[in-house]
């Protein structure tokens, strides 16, 4: 039912379990970035320590853990340990794939264009919207000068800044409606993309893009109708019941 929606959101199987399900996150979380904060200052000892074997390093320096690997094991565990990246890469990509084509599909033609649409015509225009999505992939990854680093950042930036005040706004303010929250996702994504090609500021675009998505959820909610007395009870309900849980 509706009082368990923010448990659902979080993948939990009931409010019960969010305490154990924020601690085995967080740990998780913790013991990944610790390591990958790990490999990075060993690689920094290392190669000042074996300058002639850096110049890989010094031209790209997301190549650390590549060049580790094939540095210190031997090449059949470097091999082994080389495909875990490759099925990181390909794993995550088909998933990112499959996600904007169902977002595309089912939110956008299907909800705006054609809400009538048959089944059939759904799964072509999801096939077709995942090779759109392929190839734009490909073309932006064909620019020699850009990075891994840099366009996961750009990218969480867009995500962060365009569904993390909506998110967070959701969770702990009633008076949220659906045209706050569309105003603030267009806000926050459109000021992530000019504060990133325009501004020439070392800021991370993912802070003014953030700030206007909030500003402007807050601004156009308390500007327009207050949402419906059951939308509200719901919240009030999944409330109560999360903070009786955790």
């Known amino acids: 039912g509706q009082p368990h929606i923010l448990a659902r959101f979080m993948?939990?199987?009931?409010?019960?379990?969010?305490?154990?399900?924020r601690r085995i996150g967080m740990t998780w979380m913790i013991l990944c970035l610790g390591g990958a904060v790990a490999v990075g200052y060993f690689g920094?000892?290392?190669?000042?320590?074996?300058?002639?074997?850096?110049d890989a390093v010094t031209n790209n320096n997301e190549r650390i853990f590549i060049e580790l690997a094939q540095i210190l094991f031997n090449p059949w565990v470097a091999g082994v340990i080389l495909s875990a990246i490759l099925a990181?890469?390909?794993?995550?990509?088909?998933c990112q794939l499959l996600v904007c084509s169902s977002a595309i599909t089912e939110d956008f033609y299907k909800g705006f264009i054609r809400p009538h649409a048959a089944q059939k015509e759904l799964?072509?225009?999801?096939?077709a919207m995942v090779l759109l999505i392929a190839l734009i992939s490909i073309w932006i990854a064909a620019d020699p000068d850009s990075k891994v680093l840099g366009l996961v950042s750009y990218a969480w930036a867009g995500f962060g800044?365009?569904?993390?005040?909506?998110?967070?706004l959701s969770v702990f303010w009633r008076r949220m409606n659906a045209a706050g929250a569309l105003s603030g996702?267009?806000?926050?994504?459109?000021?992530?993309?000019?504060?990133?090609?325009?501004?020439?500021?070392?800021l991370y675009e993912?802070?003014?893009?953030?700030?206007?998505?909030l500003i402007?959820?807050?601004v156009v909610s308390l500007l327009t109708k207050a949402p419906a007395q059951a939308v509200v009870d719901n919240f009030d309900r999944a409330d109560r019941d999360f903070r009786t849980a955790v």
Do not use: C, N
């Open 216 to 218: 402007a959820i807050v």
């Open 88 to 94: 990181a890469v390909m794993s995550t990509l088909s």
């Open 185 to 202: 996702m267009v806000a926050g994504a459109l000021v992530v993309v000019l504060w990133k090609q325009y501004s020439g500021s070392a």
């Open 161 to 168: 800044a365009a569904f993390g005040p909506v998110i967070i």
């Open 123 to 127: 799964v072509w225009i999801g096939r």
């Open 11 to 21: 993948a939990a199987d009931s409010v019960k379990s969010m305490k154990k399900a």
């Open 206 to 213: 993912i802070v003014p893009g953030f700030i206007a998505g």
């Open 44 to 54: 920094i000892a290392w190669f000042q320590l074996h300058p002639e074997q850096a």
